[in-house]
């Protein structure tokens, strides 16, 4: 907590941001209070969500968390590769595009590509593009 306190936590989910963040879902338990059907107050305890950032999440040593939920970028695989046929005796040939691109449609297979995958693509395979929306060329800092 930013005043040095720490709570326990269940963790429900990761999500990356657009801002290339990751943040933990999580629910802790507060304490509340309950009416009961004759009027009178119960204390009990109630789950309520909170975002946390992942710097400022400690594991439980032990524990696992690869069956948690993860929204947004996927292990830094913020790039598409989609394979496409081309026509006119042209193609096939791999098109790069950021994830979240409009034009990333069509073609027979579709990839989430890290980073170093789509430069090694862009440099290494004959005919591969940069979508010319979205340019990825310019983040991967490589020549269209």
């Known amino acids: 907590m930013p005043d040095g306190q720490e709570l326990d936590v269940v963790v429900t989910a990761r999500t990356r941001t657009r801002d290339g963040r990751w943040w933990y879902e999580c629910e802790v338990i507060l304490p509340s209070r309950r ?19 992942a710097q400022d999440v400690v594991p439980i040593p032990g524990e696992s968390y690869t069956a948690v939920p993860t929204e947004g970028a996927v292990a830094g695989r ?16 791999w098109d790069i595009h950021r994830r979240d691109c409009f034009q990333a449609r069509g073609g ?12 090694a693509l862009l440099a290494e395979t004959e005919g591969a593009r940069v979508c010319e929306v979205c340019r990825p060329d310019r983040a991967l800092r490589t020549a269209p």
């Not at 009416?35 to 950032?53: E, N, T, Y």
Request: proline share 6%; charged share 20%; glycine share 14%.
């Open 35 to 53: 009416l009961g059907p004759d009027g009178r107050a119960q204390a009990q305890g109630k789950p309520v969500g909170i975002s946390v950032a």
């Open 78 to 93: 913020q790039w598409l590769a989609v394979r496409v046929r081309g026509s006119a005796g042209e193609g096939p040939w």
């Open 108 to 119: 027979w297979q579709r990839h989430r590509v890290t980073a170093q995958e789509a430069r």
